[in-house]
């Protein structure tokens, strides 16, 4: 017969605190657990906006480790870059595992709250605005719906003016050695990124050589992200189409139209165009 270890004085839990507990003065756990005010009296709506709200939370952590990979290609500091790279990936998988409390919502289920979003749509997440901009995906006009809160509105001007980055990896290729023309390294980066002919040739060159090599890693770290975006984009289709079929989305967009459209693009382009030729 074995008995219960005896807890001394080294191993109990302090559980005294003049005030709030140093886990909750760190993780602010009882500010992220009253900021739900759901809108109408249906249960499901309480699943629906903690979801969303967890979603955010992703989002900013996967733009915090996007720019700490620009940041460390453009000081051409590559493990550094890898590692912030390798775990957005974590990320981005945690980020579309939030589609399944979500996933099966059936049209009447979705209905039953949805009139509380009234306007609201997950295209005007500024977050999520940035994410976007961090992969390329840019254009002036994406601002408007951001003129009402200068603050919002200041970070993504910045953001929309700052290099992608695919675009400090196409800048440190270049430092590499690698044919990346002067139009793309000079590019108005405020633009969305379209692709070229000859960084698809470079990229064609990397694969086709050492496997090992520098490039080839990042590459691939690259594709890795490029894949989970593109898993993300059709999670979130086949959740709205499951959730409304065809009818327009809230916020006035186009719903699952607009969202197919998105779903058949590729971030990092030339990484997937380069591979049918390797």
């Not at 493990?79 to 980020?95: D, G, H, I, N, Q």
């Not at 060159?205 to 770290?221: F, H, I, K, T, W």
């Amino acid at each position: 017969m074995t008995s219960e270890p005896r807890l001394d004085q080294t191993t109990t839990p302090h559980l005294d605190f003049t005030g709030t507990t140093p886990y909750e003065d760190y993780v602010r756990a009882d500010v992220l657990s009253h900021l739900q005010e759901p809108l109408s009296d249906d249960p499901g709506e309480m699943v629906f906006l903690v979801t969303t709200q967890v979603m955010e939370l992703w989002f900013t952590v996967i733009v915090h480790e996007w720019e700490t990979a620009a940041r460390a290609l453009r000081g051409d500091d590559l493990p550094v870059a890898m590692a912030a790279l390798k775990r957005s990936t974590y990320e981005l998988e945690s980020l579309n595992a939030s589609w399944k409390p979500l996933a099966h919502l059936t049209p009447a289920q979705f209905n039953a709250f949805r009139s509380a979003l009234g306007d609201a749509s997950g295209f005007q997440s500024a977050t999520y605005r940035r994410l976007e901009f961090l992969l390329g995906e840019k254009s002036p006009a994406l601002l408007v719906p951001y003129r009402g809160t200068p603050r919002i509105h200041a970070e993504l001007e910045k953001a929309l003016h700052a290099p992608s980055l695919y675009d400090e990896v196409l800048r440190y290729l270049s430092r590499r050695g690698h044919a990346i023309p002067a139009a793309v390294r000079d590019r108005d980066v405020s633009q969305r990124y379209a692709g070229d002919p000859a960084v698809e040739d470079v990229w064609q060159r990397v694969y086709a050589g050492d496997q090992n090599s520098e490039e080839c890693r990042l590459g691939e770290a690259l594709t890795e992200v490029a894949e989970l975006v593109w898993r993300w984009r059709n999670d979130h289709l086949v959740a709205t189409r499951r959730a409304m079929g065809a009818k327009v989305g809230t916020g006035g967009s186009a719903g699952v139209a607009w969202l197919e459209k998105r779903a058949t693009k590729h971030v990092f382009p030339e990484l997937w165009t380069a591979r049918s030729r390797v």
